[in-house]
């Protein structure tokens, strides 16, 4: 049975193995297909095979739409309501661009930020930064969270102008001169110190910060860690390193050297990201779990359960959790998670994964709701340079529990500021600070009051991290098995 259509696949959600296909030989022709009836019908094809919702696809959809229009038409009730509809599958125009945005590479000046109105007048916008990649242009240019940018080159954001500023659309330089304001209750005033960053190819470092606090008799394990990424992204290859899994390995034996009993893990901007990294921090964290004891199972389309079913047997869609010698689950009862209306997909499966095992209180706002994985495909020959992330599969946590589709409801909601964020590891940071409280009953800082409310946020620089993030991978783009 043909399941792969001169494409290469990689899961993002990994399933303990590659799946079972064939492959057609390379073509030597790599003059590119540009046509919108040959990219469609080649993305048709692998979607009614791989798509969690096969059944469903459209009978006659029309394959003479440009690409990007094309594929929304077979997605399952996109424009509708339904929890469990399909909010998550994406096209991307450069297959490289989008494995390498996969795995944490883009170009970038290295900030992150939320969108906000300015004022009641819905005239103006302003970009809050939520946090900046350490080493890259804009933490040289001393640019740091909390900042407030209210112009880009010398133009105030507007609602017209916005976007175009932010993401450089139409300018012949990569290079970004950044003006700021102030805030004093409540009340934005511009100033005229401007700060200069220019995007490069730049990779980022998942883990942005590890600390440990001693706190009321207990000794506090924090981890921020912002895409699950195994490792390095070299362009050209199949295959990631283990960079950032081992750099992870290392701090938990730090943790444990340490006597760490409590844990904080900080995903409040995590929208994903391989799975096989999502497995190894959970591994990590657990309570009484060895490789014997079940992290997720996966639920597929009929074509690829019977194709697995028969040719790998029973269990080739549960993925265990592994024996890690760094594991602190010993010491622990509980972790607290930090969570907003970011956290996604393989920061979910961390949540879902170990609540079987352990308790998992959840501290921030309600998450996505991602309990879908999907997979990276794309022409091995090169002639479609279209690359492809369909949703094909549902997880489950070891008691089979999957319904998480409206996200996880927070345990103490606790709601990040719009302006002015304190630092990351500032124990007085309204999300630690509670947290801290949680473990040892000491306030370290006043808790918000129900009347501080903050502004709706328009939209976020996260939103455009691999597809909008919301995902699942394995750390392989997997070659043809035989």
């Known amino acids: ?137 804009a933490a040289k240019a001393g640019i740091k969270r909390g900042d407030i940018i209210t112009k880009v080159n010398g133009e105030l954001l507007t609602l017209a102008n916005y976007q175009a500023l932010l993401a450089g659309t139409g300018s012949t330089t990569d290079t970004y001169t950044y003006g700021f304001a102030t805030i004093s209750n409540n009340v934005l005033t511009d100033v005229s110190q401007t700060k200069q960053a220019t995007a490069v190819v730049f990779q980022e470092d998942p883990i942005l910060l590890d600390t440990t606090y001693a706190i009321g008799g207990k000794t506090i394990g924090y981890l921020i860690y912002n895409q699950f990424i195994p490792g390095l992204y070299k362009a050209g290859s199949s295959n990631l390193d283990n960079t950032y899994d081992l750099k992870l390995d290392n701090i938990f034996g730090k943790f444990k050297q340490q006597g760490v009993n409590e844990l904080i893990l900080d995903l409040r901007y995590n929208r994903g990201g391989y799975v096989s990294s999502s497995t190894n921090l959970a591994s990590l964290i657990g309570k009484n779990i060895d490789a014997s004891k079940v992290y997720y199972t996966q639920k597929w389309n009929s074509i690829v359960t019977a194709a697995n079913d028969k040719n790998r047997g029973s269990g080739w869609n549960t993925q265990n959790f592994l024996t890690k010698s760094t594991n602190i689950g010993a010491n622990l009862s509980r972790v607290f998670v930090l969570t907003t209306g970011s956290t996604a997909s393989a920061s979910e499966l961390v949540i879902n994964g170990l609540r079987p ?126």
């Open 357 to 482: 095992f352990m308790t998992v209180t959840t501290i921030g706002t309600t998450t996505v709701g991602k309990n879908v994985g999907s997979i990276t495909i794309y022409d091995d020959s090169g002639r479609i340079k279209w690359g492809i992330q369909p949703i094909t599969f549902k997880s489950a946590n070891a008691v089979g529990f999957t319904d998480y589709a409206a996200g996880f409801t927070p345990s103490v909601e606790v709601r990040e500021p719009s302006y002015g964020m304190k630092a990351f590891g500032d124990v007085t940071e309204p999300m630690l600070s509670e947290a801290i409280f949680q473990i040892s009953g000491t306030r370290m800082a006043r808790r918000a009051a129900s009347t501080e409310v903050t502004q709706p946020i328009l939209g976020s620089s996260l939103d455009q991290k691999a597809g909008g993030g919301n995902m699942f991978i394995t750390n392989k783009f997997l070659d043809n098995q035989h």
């Open 1 to 137: 049975m043909r399941l792969f259509f001169a494409s290469r696949l990689a899961l993002l959600f990994a399933i303990g193995g590659p799946l079972l296909m064939t492959s057609c030989k390379k073509d030597t022709d790599v003059s590119p297909i540009t046509s919108n009836g040959e990219v469609n019908n080649w993305v048709l094809e692998n979607m009614k095979n791989y798509y969690f919702w096969n059944d469903k696809l459209p009978a006659n959809p029309d394959t003479s739409l440009a690409p990007k229009s094309f594929f929304p038409t077979l997605l399952y009730d996109y424009n509708t309501t339904n929890p469990d509809r399909d909010r998550f599958s994406w096209l991307q125009e450069s297959a490289d661009d989008l494995k390498a945005s996969l795995s944490g590479q883009s170009k970038t000046t290295g900030i992150e930020y939320n969108l906000y109105y300015r004022d009641q007048t819905r005239a103006n916008i302003i970009a809050s930064i939520i946090y900046v990649l350490p080493g890259s242009p």
